[in-house]
C-alpha cells in the first residue's frame, strides 16, 4: 500500500459535513483528513499517510520559514452524474510538482506517489464533493523544506502535505473582472521562477495586488519583465483574448516563454477550442496590441483561466497606458461556450474526447 490509512476518529457528523458541503465557500472548510510523507536526503520518501486533519509542529528553525523553500499544487474532483467522482487531469499536476520542485531544489516526488495520495484523500472523503455544476472538492498537494538550520543550501529533508477544502462555484456571470496592468511590479523574469508553482512567486506579486485594488480593480495583470510591453498572465491565471467572429473566431493566448506558469486549464482550453472550431494561436500579445484590438473591435472577449475559477471573463483594464473595455462588461458568448464545455467535461456531462477524466474508484 503506498499511502497507509489511519481515519480520524473524530470525522465531522454527517449532518454537518452536509451544510457545509451545500455552501462551501472556498478554503472555509477543510475534509476530515490530510496526507502527510517525509523525505529525507539519506533515505528518500518515507511512507506516506492519510490522517485526521490536524495542526503540525516544526522548528522554528525549519529552513521554509527562512528561505522559503516551497511548492504547491491546485487540481479538483468533481462529482458525476452517476454520484461517482473523478478528478481532472491529475497526472498533468503530478508532473508540474515535479518540475516545480526541480526548480526549488526540492526532492522530486514520483508521480504515481503523488497520484496515489491524491485518490486515497478523494476516497476517504467522497462525502466533501459537493453535487452542483461548477462546485467542487479543490485539493491542495504542497511540500516545502523542514531541515534546521539557518544555513543557506537545498534544505535535506522534507515534507508533502495533502489537505482538500469544498469549493463554490467562482463564477459570476453578472460581473466581468476588471484589471490593472502593472507597470510597476514583475511577476517573473526569464531565468526565475515563473514557470514553478511556488508560494514565493505569490509572495512577490502581493504588493501588486494591492496596487491594483487601490487602483479599484479586481486583479493585476501581469507584463513581461524586459520589454515591459508582453502581456503574460492575471494574478494566478493565464488569459485568452478572442479575435474576429463567425467562421473566423482564434482564441489566442500568450505563448509559454519560459515566465508564464504553464497552466493545466490553459492547455485544456486549446484543445476544447480547436473541438469547438475556432482557430487557436499561442503568441506574443503586446498591451498595445490589447489596446487596439478592443477599441477597433478586432477583439471581442477576454478571459482568464486556472483551476480554482476555471474561467473568468475579462472587462475593463486599467493602466498607466490609459483605461479600455472590452466587450460590454458580461461574459461574451466565445467565453461562455469554452466555459460550459469543459465544465460538461469535468462533471461528466459532455463526453471526455481527450481521456481526461480520472475516475477515483
Ligand atoms: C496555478 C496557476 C495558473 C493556472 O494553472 P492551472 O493549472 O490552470 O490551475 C496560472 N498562473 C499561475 C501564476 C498559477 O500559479
Known amino acids: 500500500m503506498s499511502v497507509k490509512l489511519t481515519p480520524s476518529s473524530h470525522a465531522v457528523e454527517e449532518k454537518e459535513r452536509a451544510e457545509k458541503v451545500a455552501n462551501p465557500g472556498f478554503g472555509k472548510y477543510y475534509t476530515d483528513h490530510m496526507v502527510v510523507a517525509e523525505w529525507t536526503e539519506a533515505d528518500g520518501w518515507g511512507q506516506a499517510e492519510l490522517k485526521a486533519y490536524a495542526p503540525i ?22 462529482r458525476q452524474p452517476d454520484g461517482s467522482i473523478a478528478l481532472f487531469r491529475p497526472e498533468a499536476n503530478a508532473a508540474r510538482f515535479a518540475r516545480s520542485a526541480h526548480r526549488i531544489a526540492l ?30 472538492l479543490y485539493l491542495r498537494p504542497f ?29 459570476n456571470p453578472a460581473n466581468a473582472v476588471t484589471v ?3 507597470t510597476e511590479y514583475v511577476r517573473a523574469a526569464q531565468g526565475g521562477t515563473g514557470e514553478a508553482k511556488c508560494g514565493g512567486n505569490y509572495a512577490a506579486s502581493l504588493i501588486a495586488q494591492k496596487a491594483a485594488a487601490k487602483e479599484g480593480c479586481d486583479q493585476v495583470v501581469w507584463i513581461d519583465a524586459k520589454e515591459r510591453k508582453w ?37 485544456s482550453i486549446l484543445s476544447v477550442a480547436t473541438d469547438l472550431g475556432y482557430k487557436v494561436e499561442e503568441t506574443m500579445i503586446s498591451v498595445d496590441d490589447w489596446k487596439n484590438g478592443v477599441q477597433s473591435g478586432e477583439i471581442s472577449e477576454i478571459f482568464a483561466c486556472g483551476t ?9 483594464a486599467k493602466s498607466a497606458m490609459g483605461t479600455w473595455v472590452t466587450g460590454d462588461g458580461k461574459p461574451g458568448p466565445i467565453t461562455m461556450k469554452i466555459r460550459e464545455t469543459l465544465l460538461g467535461i469535468q462533471h461528466g456531462t459532455i ?8 475516475k477515483v474508484l
Open 107 to 136: 526532492p522530486e516526488m514520483p508521480e504515481q506517489l503523488f497520484l496515489d495520495t491524491v485518490l486515497a484523500l478523494v476516497k476517504q472523503d467522497g462525502g466533501w464533493v459537493p453535487d452542483k455544476i461548477g462546485e467542487s
Open 180 to 182: 490593472w496592468i502593472s
Open 143 to 171: 511540500m516545502f523544506a523542514t531541515e534546521v538550520g539557518l544555513g543557506v543550501r537545498p534544505s535535506n529533508r522534507a515534507l508533502y502535505m495533502l489537505i482538500a477544502t469544498p469549493a463554490a462555484a467562482y463564477f
Open 308 to 316: 480554482a475559477a476555471v474561467v473568468s471573463p475579462v472587462g475593463m
Open 231 to 267: 502581456v503574460e498572465e492575471m494574478g494566478g491565471m493565464n488569459l485568452y483574448f478572442v479575435k474576429g467572429s463567425g467562421s473566423d473566431v482564434t482564441v489566442v493566448t500568450p505563448k509559454l516563454t519560459g515566465t508564464l506558469l504553464p497552466g493545466i486549464t490553459r492547455d
Open 351 to 358: 463526453a471526455d474526447s481527450h481521456n481526461w477524466m480520472k
Open 57 to 78: 509542529s516544526l522548528d522554528p528553525a525549519a529552513m521554509v520559514f527562512h528561505y522559503g523553500q516551497e511548492i504547491f499544487e491546485g487540481l479538483k474532483a468533481y
